[in-house]
């Protein structure tokens, strides 16, 4: 099977690591890539918010089976869009627009969650014409103050504050479009839960599904879980935390009524569905739904699959997935993301990579995020450079392992979170 895998980040650089393993292969093709991935196939430059130039290429190159890596393009309708076309017959990892709107609109999410009684937060939401009733909302919630963009913005789009001075000025800032531009002209306020965060998947048909392996990722730039939000800056899997009793409560009052809800309210849904998922006592709540894989929790989450990854993909796009035998590496994975000096905000690029020839012996891969090839040398091309993955018996030995290879990696300015994992450590 000839195979067009779209995106460019660490979470597609693990998925074709993955797909470059199975029997079922005939040729991968990967665009736009990235640095790390003209090993595995044919990296094309094509833009993939360009459709009819991802169309062009997928007749000229006879593909077969196409997968979305990331958002963008879904919530935009590319699977519509190929569903829709004439001049191909292609199979499509990833929901039509309607599906993929749980991810696409933070409102549209709340409601269909409230619509189908599935736990989570109490929220309010606001356009850019009710900036006042806005600012008046947040007297009606207790700090700390929970304030979403309702739109895509790279999984930076929450703003958590304890001042309601700050979380008014949060409120102009994004209603206004100054931060997150059109993303952030409407806005969720929501009750702040504490508890412990986790991640789940389930790659479902609409009827039938498999659970992904857990995850749990670090979010925010500075250890401690303080500082701004970032597009994630490790993960570990599986969670310590995750017990049977509370990965039943997750299934029966989340990831089923999910999937119900959407057979229900007649939206089809063929792909990856993500629960960000926050431990209440002993409940669970939904954070966020996402529709596709995770960043960094891909690049945790692959390893940990024995599974051939492009046959769970076809029997998943063929009405097979039923009959699909998922089969999990009990051993623990971890990631380590090294990033650019300065993200999530500016930060220089074209930065040497080192080190990546010293990294034999480690039990581990090395992920490409923001990276560019010129002339045989790697040079980081972004704020989150490279996902650094470690394997090991247990979580412990799995973070070591991502430490290890960071001591081994480097480039000029290059920063990492110095604590991932070690949150969970003291429960494991």
């Not at 929970?146 to 504050?161: C, H, N, P, S, Y």
């Not at 949060?170 to 059109?182: I, N, P």
């Not at 409560?249 to 999937?259: D, G, S």
Request: glycine share 10%; net charge negative; with cysteine.
């Amino acid at each position: 099977m000839n195979v067009l895998l779209l995106g460019s980040g660490g979470r597609e650089h693990a998925i074709a690591w993955k797909l470059s393993q199975s029997s079922m292969l005939r040729s991968l093709h990967i665009a736009p890539g990235n640095g790390g991935m003209e090993s595995l196939g044919t990296v094309a430059d094509l833009n993939v918010m360009d459709f009819a130039a991802v169309e062009r290429y997928v007749r000229r190159q006879k593909i077969g089976l196409m997968i979305v890596g990331a958002e963008a393009p879904l919530v935009a309708g590319i699977a519509d869009y190929f569903e829709a076309s004439t001049k191909t017959n292609i199979l499509v990892v990833g929901p039509k627009k309607a599906g993929a709107m749980l991810e696409g609109s933070k409102e549209f999410a709340k409601a269909f969650m409230q619509r189908h009684n599935i736990p989570t937060a109490r929220y309010v939401s606001f356009d850019h014409s009710q900036l006042n009733e806005a600012i008046a909302a947040l007297d009606t919630f207790q700090p700390p103050y929970v304030i979403k963009a309702d739109g895509l913005a790279a999984g930076k789009g929450v703003i958590i504050t304890k001042s309601k001075a700050e979380a008014t000025k949060t409120l102009r800032d994004m209603l206004s479009g100054l931060a997150f531009q059109e993303a952030g002209k409407k806005v969720v306020i929501e009750e702040f839960l504490s508890g412990r965060e986790l991640s789940m998947f389930a790659v479902t048909d609409g009827s039938s599904y498999h659970l992904l392996p857990s995850a749990k990722d670090y979010k925010q730039i500075g250890e401690g879980d303080t500082g701004a939000n970032t597009g994630g800056m490790g993960a570990i899997s599986p969670v310590p935390f995750l017990t049977e009793e509370f990965q039943e409560k997750a299934l029966n009052q989340v990831i089923i009524p999910t999937i119900k809800g959407l057979s229900k309210d007649g939206i089809p849904f063929s792909g990856v569905l993500f629960f960000g998922l926050i431990r209440v006592g002993s409940d669970p709540y939904v954070i966020e739904y996402n529709c596709r894989l995770g960043d960094p929790e891909t690049e945790v989450i692959l390893p940990r699959i024995k599974s051939d990854l492009l046959h769970l993909f076809e029997s998943l796009c063929s009405g097979l997935l039923s009959e699909y035998d998922l089969v999990t590496d009990e051993r623990a994975a971890a990631t380590v993301i090294l990033a650019s000096d300065g993200y999530p905000d500016s930060y220089e690029k074209g930065k040497e990579i080192k080190g990546l020839n010293d990294v034999g012996g480690i039990d581990g891969h090395v992920f490409h995020a923001g990276t560019k090839q010129s002339r045989k040398k790697l040079y980081t091309n972004g704020g989150r450079v490279l996902a650094l993955t470690g394997r090991g018996a247990d979580v412990e030995e799995a973070v070591k392992n991502s430490y290890r290879l960071a001591e081994k990696v480097g480039f000029e300015g290059a920063y990492c979170r110095k604590d991932i994992g070690a949150d969970v450590l003291d429960l494991a």
